[in-house]
Every structure is written in structure tokens, then in C-alpha cells.
């Protein structure tokens, strides 16, 4: 037996879903590029304050989509502790340099 009202809601939830998984691989591409720089520059894989703004805008931007802020801040930090990793990591392969601009 079949619902199909509660496929037609599967089926957009599977899209969206899609749709996270692309977005997510493009921001974390970029974030590759940012921990590259970083790395490159001598900068700390972390910057707290930035996080700190990213936060509240994204509570606010949540409170205007009737999402929980409380959910939309545990998802951010989430990935940004990911992404803080990923620096660290790439900052451990990648010695700054020693003098001018970073070459990437």
C-alpha cells in the first residue's frame, strides 16, 4: 500500500536533502581554499571573533525563517569546529612562509 501525498513529501525532503549535501561540499571546498591561505599567511586556524558574528547572523537569519536558533547555532558550530580541523590540519602540511604574500 502506497501514500501518495506522503511520497510527494519523501520526495522533497530527499531533494532538499541533495541539496545540503551539495551545499555543504561547495562551502567546505572553499573552506579548503581559506585554511590553504591561512596556512600560507601564518594565520590561526581559528578567529573566534569571526565565528562569534557568524553566529549571530545566522541566529537572526534563523528567527526570520521560523527555524530554531538554538538548532541553527549547533549546526554552525558544528561545522565550524569541522572546518577548524580541516586548518589545523592543513596548516600542519603547509609551513607559513617566510616572508611577503602568500603565493595562494
Known amino acids: 500500500m502506497t501514500d501518495e501525498q506522503l511520497d ?11 541539496a545540503l549535501v551539495h551545499l555543504l561540499a561547495e562551502r ?6 581559506v585554511g590553504r ?6 594565520l590561526p586556524a581559528a578567529d573566534p571573533e569571526r ?4 553566529v549571530a547572523r545566522l541566529r ?8 530554531d536558533p538554538v538548532f541553527s547555532e549547533k549546526f554552525l558550530r558544528f561545522i565550524v569546529a569541522e572546518v577548524i580541523h580541516h586548518h589545523q ?5 603547509e ?8 603565493t595562494r
Open 8 to 18: 510527494k513529501y519523501r520526495s522533497s525532503i530527499d531533494n532538499i536533502d541533495a
Open 28 to 33: 567546505f571546498k572553499v573552506t579548503q581554499d
Open 37 to 42: 591561505y591561512k596556512a600560507a599567511a601564518g
Open 51 to 54: 565565528e562569534d558574528r557568524q
Open 60 to 67: 537572526a537569519l534563523a528567527e526570520e525563517s521560523g527555524l
Open 89 to 93: 590540519r592543513i596548516a600542519e602540511q
Open 95 to 102: 609551513p607559513p612562509e617566510s616572508s611577503g604574500s602568500p
